[in-house]
């Protein structure tokens, strides 16, 4: 707002109009393009005026003073003397002093070439040292933490380091110790650096104090251009997590150097977080599949592509012509849009099939609505976080929930069964898995004491019948660790709210409570509006993999399959026609599977044999699985032909984040091996796929109607730009979206058509269950740094990937005579694991909390096929 | 005028004859190559590359990749890596992992060795430089640091 008001100020004589009260440095840079040197003043930091190098003379009544720019605002007839004797003289000394410790490490600097003190000193600095002394000898190549080096002879003490940590994170891990020309930059002693976004902080030291300790001298900056020798920098984004960060891959000689953050301010504003920046292991790794592989005498062993593409179409077409419902597809939310498109396509149409979805796809009854913009987070008064550990499962939006809550005075609700990291900036419920509906429809109980609730219930349908049911669901007894006091307090926070934000994750709506969870977040999305109760997928593409219709009940643009109008369209837009009963969802295709229902199972990016023994048990009962990956994982270990895909940096492709806004993630390198493109496998199974002859469809072409096409002749996208023109035609909200036109820092994607709470639904919830010979519920926790591949293949994250154990309150292992650090067996309904117990107080008591992807898949494999909320038992055979 | 002419023309063809007999008895001046022996080079003469090592064996190259910015050629490859502490390739955080100079790209105008602030490129007085197949003009680090004839010469002037 300010920043449109502007104001008249005058430097060296002339008069400039700027925006009014910015520092004068950002005024001289950013609006008058006048090269002012700075170190410590950064757009997105408070100014301190730390360093001393922005030195100006200012009028005062008392004649010009020097002070530092970047601490001045501007004002009307603020009279600046920027390029006169004395102000170039208080600079260039500011310069000098800052040389007189630095080192000569400028060849082997990883910031040469991008660092500003080597820039500033040329254009502003002495041009010569008149220090022969010795220097003061500091800390050099230490490590702050497993990530980050520093070196302390190379800081300038601008205190970014100590400001992001604090502005941002929220946790100030970094301070300055010492006096004088000793001072130096230091983590408190023994705490190494742990915020989930602590890399940011190399991308705005100044000079190369802070380095990538994975990337550390593999790049040079200055070496950059468009050869293949030279540093090529691509913009691109972030596939780890739903926000979708801007980040720019540094590539040479095919190779990925260093990823560093890309300023997107509508997504990431200048920041990513620590697993996009340093997990870049697994681009190059060497157990990359080079090859593809297929199953002879019981063993895989490398074939050519032409014999992989033939067994695999062979396979699929036989199971395909017996019966297409013994077929399956698995596509992911981490691939991106053209290939998860064509992947449902494919099964579709040529195999005639349904089934086809996702790992938390259709099994998670989230509504894709997406946030309204992420910025919203910075307009909302009071957030709920429901079931979102969102410091570890969307770390950079984490940053701006704290900035919302301590800088704009957002009040913050945090509803989870484990006391999160985050629950010290609001007010903390323990929440079940299980019980989260019992808890909103106590809560909403409540709201709607408020007449305005009440005339908001109203407008819907089903209002007054949904304000009388609700009346009974006002009890807390179902509720451990939840009383009336604190139960009023968020009541009250909630009527007050202009703008309310609720996010909630994967695990709340999926397992036995999906159901009446997802309808109390309808309700509550009712309640509130629309756009204020926000699903946060656990995957970059979570949202575009569901609006390309990798979901067993819908065609791409939610259109549901049984949809006669729709399928009409589809027809005519594909030329084939398209099976109209609802497939299996991701886990009944793996229940299906177990009970030899399914044969025939094609899996692209993603691993079920990770989702514990049950999964990998009904793998094994496939007659054919093809599998299309990156690695060799255990589920492509039981496949019949491997197909070697590329990541997403070896080749074009677009990704839809949480707030549906459609990026771009273009080639970075070329394929590695023999590896090709997701898209570009399934277009050359299509154009394999035998020929329907004519009169062999199952159905009938209408009257009045050509039969339709045998569908390979659509088949002839060479790029992926190509498929994404499809897409932009038949999905409605990609309407008009072109490669060229999502830029660098993408579009939304319409939201109309998307699904959304339309009337109250009355689904009572299930009362948690009790069983006496499982007396714990267990909790699954996300972890930043799981132990998937696309981590694990960092060498640095060995120390820091989620520690392989069972983690439960202090009390209850004193209570049941647990001893930590000893292994215990877990039993419930659906396995048996064996892990060693840790004492944690965050983990509430009557409650044991595993984390996802562990090695061996511990929590999946007790989860079975059920889901969040299953009931547990502890027993140590050696405790007692 | 005609006797003259003639006179002259005999007078000049036997000079020039002289010179070219006189020559066909002295020893050559050329040098049958590969030579048998080596041939003076004036000092400042650049020939083949070789990197230095310090006297306590330690590689002088830091990989900074400065050698490499500076050839005109572009006949300069470096893959920069960590030093173990316990175990140093060179003083110092930094090393270069791959060093590659393609002698068929060089021209051998020693800007890298211009460029180096260590001194561990330089171009020495190799001039022996044919060879069968085309890899093999590529002098890989193991070539550079290890020369057929160890005589390592610093151009005085710099
Ligand atoms: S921080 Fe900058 S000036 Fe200092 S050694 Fe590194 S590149 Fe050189
Ligand atoms: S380490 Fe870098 S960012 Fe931190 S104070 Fe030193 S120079 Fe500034
Ligand atoms: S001598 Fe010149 S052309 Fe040859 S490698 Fe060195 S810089 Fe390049
Ligand atoms: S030879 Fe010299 S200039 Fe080239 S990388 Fe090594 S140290 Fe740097
Ligand atoms: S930039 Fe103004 S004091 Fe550092």
Redesign the interface.
């Known amino acids: 707002m300010s920043e449109k008001q502007t104001v008249t100020v005058t430097i060296d004589g002339v008069q400039y109009e700027v925006p009014a009260n910015i520092p004068l440095t950002r005024a001289m840079r950013k609006f008058l393009g006048i090269d002012i040197p700075t170190f410590c003043a950064h757009p997105r930091l408070e100014p301190v005026g730390a360093c001393r190098q922005c030195l100006v003379e200012i009028e005062t009544p008392r004649g010009p003073r020097l002070t530092t720019a970047c601490t001045t605002y501007t004002t009307d007839g603020l009279v600046v003397l920027y390029n006169t004797e004395t102000a170039r003289a208080a600079r260039e000394a500011t310069l000098e002093f800052l040389l007189t410790n630095h080192p000569l490490d400028c ?2 600097c990883d910031k040469g070439g991008e660092c500003p003190l080597q820039d500033q000193t040329l254009r502003h600095g002495p041009g010569e040292s008149r220090f022969l002394e010795e220097k003061i000898h500091k800390n ?2 230490y490590p702050i933490s497993d990530l980050i080096m520093l070196d302390q002879e190379r800081c300038v003490l601008c205190w970014r380091c100590i400001r992001y940590l604090e502005e941002w994170e929220f946790k100030p891990q970094l301070g300055l110790y010492h006096r004088g020309g000793e001072t130096v930059i230091d983590i408190h002693p023994d705490h190494p650096l742990t915020a989930k976004t602590s890399g940011n902080i190399i991308d705005i030291c100044p000079v190369g104090a802070l380095t990538n300790r994975v990337a ?3 790049f ?1 900056p ?2 950059w251009g468009p050869y293949p ?1 030279t540093l090529q920098q691509v913009p691109s984004i972030c596939i780890h997590c739903s926000q979708g960060c801007n980040l720019r891959i540094d590539v040479r000689t095919d190779r990925v150097r260093r990823i560093v953050a890309r300023e997107n301010m509508a997504v990431n504003d200048w920041w990513i977080c620590d697993k996009g920046r340093f997990a870049q292991g697994f681009f190059h790794h060497p157990d990359r599949l080079t090859q593809p592989l297929v199953r002879e005498n019981g063993e895989l062993r490398p074939a050519s592509w032409e014999e992989a593409l033939q067994r695999v179409v062979e396979g699929l077409h036989r199971w395909a012509q017996q019966d297409p419902e013994a077929v399956g597809a698995i596509g992911s939310g981490k691939v991106s849009n053209e290939a998860n498109y064509l992947l449902q396509k494919f099964f579709r149409l040529m195999v005639d099939t349904n089934n086809i979805d996702h790992r938390w796809g259709g099994d998670v009854l989230a509504d894709p609505t997406g946030m309204g913009a992420i910025e919203d987070i910075y307009r909302a008064d009071v957030i709920v976080l429901l079931g979102l550990d969102i410091a570890e499962e969307v770390p950079v939006l984490a940053t701006f929930f704290r900035r919302a809550v301590r800088r704009n005075g957002a009040r913050a609700v945090i509803l989870h069964p484990r006391r999160v990291e985050d629950a010290r900036f609001g007010v903390y419920l323990p929440v079940w898995p299980g019980g989260e509906a019992i808890w909103l429809n106590a809560l909403m109980a409540r709201l709607v004491r408020e007449e305005r609730f009440r005339a908001a219930a109203r407008r819907h349908a089903g209002g007054q019948a949904f304000l009388t049911w609700l009346s009974d669901y006002g009890d807390l007894d179902d509720l451990p660790g939840v009383t009336e006091e604190t139960m009023a307090h968020v009541v009250r926070l909630l009527a007050d709210a202009q703008s309310p934000l609720v996010l909630y994750g994967a695990d709340v709506v999926r397992g036995r409570a999906a159901e009446a969870n997802a309808a109390a977040l309808h309700n509550l999305a009712l309640l509130l509006g629309e756009d204020r109760v926000v699903y946060v997928g656990p995957d970059a593409n979570s949202l575009g993999a569901r609006d390309m219709g990798v979901l067993p009940a819908f065609l791409p643009g939610y259109v549901p399959v049984t949809d006669e109008a729709g399928r009409e369209r589809f027809r005519r837009l594909w030329g084939s026609e398209v099976p109209e009963e609802p497939g299996l969802t991701y886990t009944q295709m793996l229940q299906a599977a177990a009970d030899g229902q399914l044969k025939a199972l094609f899996v692209m990016g993603s691993d079920p044999a990770a989702d514990g023994a049950w999964a990998a048990r009904a793998l094994e009962k496939l007659a054919f699985l093809v599998v299309q990956d990156i690695f060799l994982t255990d589920t492509a270990r039981r496949a019949d032909v491997v197909l070697p895909a590329t990541t997403y940096a070896e080749t074009d492709g677009t990704f839809t984040n949480m707030e549906r806004r459609l990026q771009r993630a273009p080639q970075a390198f070329r394929p590695i091996g023999d590896a090709r493109p997701d898209w570009a496998i399934l277009v050359a199974l299509a154009q394999r796929w035998p020929v329907r002859e004519a009169g062999e469809s199952r159905r009938k072409p209408r009257k009045g109607q050509r039969a339709a096409r045998s569908p390979q002749a659509r088949w002839t996208y060479t790029t992926p730009q190509d498929v994404l023109t499809e897409i932009a035609r038949v999905v409605p909200q990609y309407a008009g979206l072109t490669w060229d036109a999502l830029g660098t820092s993408g579009r939304y994607t319409a939201g109309e058509g998307v699904p959304r709470p339309r009337g109250f639904q009355q689904v009572p919830p299930a009362a948690l269950p009790a069983e006496p010979e499982y007396p714990f519920t267990l909790v699954a926790d996300r972890f930043l740094y799981d132990h998937g591949t696309l981590i694990r293949t960092t060498d640095r994250f060995a120390r820091l990937l989620a520690p392989p154990v069972a983690r439960m309150h202090p009390e209850d292992l004193a209570r049941y005579g647990l001893k930590p650090g000893k292994e215990a067996v877990i039993t419930s309904p659906h396995g048996e694991v064996t892990l060693p117990l840790a004492a944690d107080p965050t983990v509430q008591q009557g409650t044991v909390a595993l984390a996802y992807s562990l090695p061996g898949a511990p929590l999946e494999t007790l989860m079975g096929p059920e889901g969040p909320g299953v009931l547990v038992n502890v027993v140590q055979p050696d405790a007692r | 005028m005609a006797i003259k002419d003639v006179y002259q023309g005999t007078r000049a063809i036997g000079r020039a004859l002289g010179v070219t007999l006189k020559h066909l008895f002295e020893a050559p001046v050329t040098v049958e190559s590969p030579d048998r022996e080596p041939i003076a080079v004036y000092p400042r003469f650049r020939g083949r590359h070789y990197l230095r090592r310090y006297e306590n064996g330690l590689e002088r190259c830091i990989g900074c990749q400065l050698c490499e910015a500076a050839c005109p050629t572009g006949a300069i490859y470096i893959e920069a890596e960590e030093n173990d502490p316990d175990n140093p390739v060179s003083p110092g955080e930094r090393y270069a992992r791959v060093y590659e100079i393609n002698l068929l790209r060089c021209i051998f105008c020693g800007d890298c060795e211009e460029a180096c602030p260590t001194e561990a490129i330089v171009l020495g007085h190799g001039y022996t430089l044919a060879n069968y197949t085309r890899r093999d003009f590529v002098l890989t680090k193991e070539d550079l640091l290890n020369p057929p004839e160890p005589n390592v010469v610093i151009r005085p002037e710099g």
């Open positions: 060849p082997i050099k190549r550390r001298f593999h040079r200055w070496t020798r």
